[in-house]
């Protein structure tokens, strides 16, 4: 690679602690993640000794503040380690970064009991899942329909179902978000006042899997459909109070966006890497690929869109690094943009490849597929620009 694509990774600043960890990030990519990446692909089976080689590094721990055995670095690292694993098996970078936008919440609104009781247990490495989907609730997640009604002082009984959730099946906790059967326009489903949020754990009665999906990119990381029938949990695992999801769901969406963000991040950096890397070698007409001025325009431009749109990357987490937080455009100005440019880049790049670009056994091709869900989930994109051009209409 050339030296400019080394000088294009603008690091913001972090503390020697948090570089060392970065490093060891790298470290493992290279030597453990990387390749293994292409079998679990081709198989489709959850990347265990991924998980496993992660929370050998304590990653989780990185998040989780250290009143509760965690190490309490920056949102700036977390990003960072999330672009690196990413760039090397996107499906490892999604099961990885969920732990982390499943337990923000908690961390941000959680009371003193439910962090001394769950963090620890983030922190040592358990697997999150965070369910909002249905399949009447997609990017408006308004619309949901699972119901959490009251038994008694002490539980909360469960019905409904979600789907397209990752780690669903695997998840040691969820993050599940539903409507309090006591709370809205006469349960209405889409009465905003009744969404609440409530942690579910493993093995509960009443939760089931219901499937794995099948899908055309990120295939070793699992997306389940769950369902809840009569499914009890303790009133303590409620998050905040009944009736306060969704600023707790806006708030966290927030920060998991960007998240998102820099998932799709490495997988454009990934492809623009192993596209550079291949026509600076494959000659047509006697002549590098590279050589071609209608080449040179295209890497020009795709590199332009790649540093700047990495240094939203940043500006966005300093945004939220110092407490800001109506950042709604913001992040969905990044979200749109940094999925918008890895599917971009990924699809120019089996295009260099040529019929090459087509075949398995080239990165590129699983690259293409692993992009595209990217302008999907987390809101698609057609939702994003309209929440980022309806911030311009002045309120009368």
Not at 140 to 148: K, L, P, Q, V, Y
Not at 192 to 207: H, M, N, S
Not at 219 to 233: E, H, I
């Amino acid at each position: 690679m050339t030296p400019l694509f080394d000088r294009l990774d603008a690091l913001p600043p972090l503390t020697p602690e948090e570089r060392q960890l970065l490093d060891s990030v790298r470290a493992l990519r290279r030597d453990e993640i990387a390749p293994r990446a292409a079998e679990y692909d081709r198989t489709a089976e959850f990347p265990w000794a991924n998980v496993e080689a992660i929370n050998a590094l304590g990653l989780n721990a990185m998040f989780v503040p250290e009143a509760y055995g965690g190490a309490g670095m920056s949102y700036s690292a977390y990003l960072a380690c999330v672009r690196e694993i990413s760039a090397a098996c996107a499906s490892t970078g999604i099961v990885w970064a969920t732990n982390f936008h499943a337990a923000k919440p908690l961390i941000d609104f959680g009371s003193e009991e439910q962090k001394q009781r769950l963090l620890p247990r983030v922190a040592e490495g358990a697997l999150l899942a965070l369910a909002i989907t249905e399949p009447e609730a997609g990017s408006d997640a308004t619309g949901m329909r699972t119901r959490f009604t009251p038994a008694g002082n002490d539980a909360v009984t469960i019905d409904g179902g979600k789907i397209f959730i990752t780690n669903g099946d695997v998840a040691d906790l969820i993050l599940l978000f539903g409507k309090w059967s006591e709370l809205g326009a006469n349960g209405d489903k889409n009465g905003r006042d009744a969404i609440t949020a409530l942690y579910l754990e493993k093995g509960t009665p009443g939760f089931s899997i219901v499937r794995k999906e099948a899908k055309l990119g990120h295939r070793a990381s699992s997306t389940a459909a769950l369902a809840f029938d009569n499914c009890r949990v303790s009133r303590a695992n409620v998050l905040g109070e009944p009736g306060q999801g969704l600023p707790l769901l806006l708030a966290a969406l927030n920060k998991s966006r960007p998240s998102v963000a820099a998932h799709a991040l490495g997988i454009a950096r990934a492809a623009f890497g192993d596209a550079v890397a291949y026509i600076n070698e494959r000659r047509q007409s006697g002549r590098r690929i590279v050589e071609f001025q209608g080449i040179q325009f295209l890497l020009a431009d795709l590199a332009t869109d790649l540093a700047m749109c990495e240094a939203w990357l940043w500006h966005v987490a300093a945004l939220i690094e110092r407490g800001e937080s109506d950042i709604g455009p913001e992040a969905s100005m990044l979200k749109m943009r940094a999925s918008d440019l890895a599917m971009r880049i990924a699809t120019e790049a089996v295009q260099l490849f040529g019929g090459y670009g087509y075949i398995a056994d080239n990165r590129v091709e699983r690259l293409l597929r692993d992009a595209k869900i990217t302008q999907i989930w987390e809101g698609a994109n057609q939702l994003h620009r309209q929440l980022i051009g309806r911030s311009f209409v002045a309120r009368k």
